[in-house]
């Protein structure tokens, strides 16, 4: 588990296909690393990977088929910025909000601009997460927790502060940028729980108004 909060910018130094899947070696920049052992977890760009070796200027990590169908990384140039966090401990103030490192799918950055210090991104989210994004709600963006400021179908915006800026990729989105969403643990809980004993018997299904009804979660204003 993570916190969303990033603690160091890395970068990729290369990667290797071995098979099907890939193996990415990364220089880890002021992540400390003295508390570092094979088999712990980094968040990379917001993807839970363990640690299979340390060269000493970071860490060398497998990616799996699934992963890099549902992220960025399989498309990351030597040389690209990472956002990266270690795993929380019981003493690892919790600043953000709970992220498992489990990427839901792939944004799009559609647009930025300028708000005073400040910069506002729309962000266009796959369709089947739009749900789970909630106004004032906490989204995961290639590994940074951050609060969801508006929502427009499966579009939603993020006003981005000066530091938090400085502390991750995020001053070096533009428009087309593809980005990791993980969106909000809770959320995908509950929505699993309101499905009660259906959740056993539907296949590929999702929680629907007429469930909602069906439960008493609805009612006819009339």
Known sequence: MFTGIITAIGSLSSQERIGRDLRLCVNSGKLALEDLRLGD????????????????????????METLALSTLGSLKPGAPLNLEKALTLNTPLGGHLVSGHVDGIGEVLSRRNEGRCIRFTIAAPTALARYIAHKGSICVDGASLTVNAVDGHRFELNIVPHTLRETIMSQYREGTRVNLEVDLIARYLERLLLRDQAAITAGGGLTLETLARHGFLHDPR
């Open 41 to 64: 977890s980094i968040a990379t760009n917001g993807v839970c990977l363990t640690v299979v070796s340390l060269p000493g200027d970071g860490f060398v990590a497998d990616v799996s």
